[in-house]
């Protein structure tokens, strides 16, 4: 189980990560290649992030994870389509075709494990990320609520930011939305030696809930990354992943 305490980085050792790191600043050198929608907007682009009060696991089933997951697509807009009745259609897949009009915002990853979750978005429309956490954490408080016959708070606090204020800490936050994963398979994982830290990174990027995936694949069902910084976009394996972890 994941202890709820939020994410410590540490600085990860070695020659095989030092290479990585080295490479990607390489590449980045030269501002010649960069396209139009590389150019960083400081403020723009912010990490919420919560988790239960009190220690309190909020996903400990799939039904739980696979709703929050829902709630992301669904809630992310200026209208709230009727969920009870496309939860009760017996098509899941009915959720991820529904047309939500205007977004409130992009959403550039996400990642939720047992007791947190961890979301990348920038805004759509003033005051677009309030408006989407207040309904997200409403809705899934509601749900959680009914079925476990409780009443009372279900996160810790309204939720918590953090801004980008520079490339650098952009890629760095994109990157440990997902790397997070990581500690559900080793708590340490940041402090293991090369090959190790490696394969709990590849873990990390095959987690099923988390937008890695979608990375991955190109396959964008609940990520925008059009309205971020084209090397969000092209942030497709670990690799990539690990350099804009080290350049904060």
């Not at 009060?53 to 200026?78: C, P, T, W």
């Not at 009915?94 to 805004?123: D, H, M, N, Q, S």
């Not at 990174?201 to 990354?225: D, F, G, Q, W």
Request: charged share 25%.
């Amino acid at each position: 189980m994941l202890n709820p305490a939020y994410y410590t980085d540490s600085m990860v050792k070695g020659s095989l990560i030092g290479f990585l790191v080295g490479k990607g600043a390489r590449e980045g050198q030269s501002g010649k290649n960069a396209s139009k929608n590389d150019v960083f907007e400081p403020q723009k682009y912010v990490e919420v992030s919560n988790c239960g009060a009190e220690g309190r696991v909020l996903f400990s089933s799939q039904e739980d994870y696979d709703r929050f997951e829902a709630y992301l697509y669904l809630l992310n807009s200026l209208e709230s389509p009727r969920a009870s009745n496309l939860f009760a259609s017996g098509r899941p897949e009915a959720i991820f075709e529904t047309a939500r009009g205007e977004k409130l915002v992009a959403i550039g990853a996400y990642c939720f494990t047992p007791k947190e979750f961890r979301i990348l978005v920038t805004p759509l429309i003033r005051g677009g990320i309030g408006k989407f956490m207040q309904k997200l954490q409403t809705a899934y408080t509601m749900y959680f609520n009914a079925k476990y016959h409780r009443t009372g708070r279900v996160f810790q606090s309204a939720y918590k930011s953090e801004s980008a204020i520079s490339d650098a800490q952009l890629k760095y936050l994109f990157a440990r939305v997902h790397l997070g994963a990581a500690r559900l398979f080793n708590e340490n994982w940041q402090e293991e030696d090369n090959a190790e830290f490696l394969r709990l990174v590849a873990n990390a990027m095959k987690y099923r809930y988390s937008s890695a995936n979608e990375y991955v694949t190109s396959k964008y069902l609940i990520t925008s990354p059009e309205e971020y910084p084209g090397y969000i976009a092209r942030a497709k394996n670990a690799e990539t992943h690990i350099r804009f972890w080290h350049h904060r």
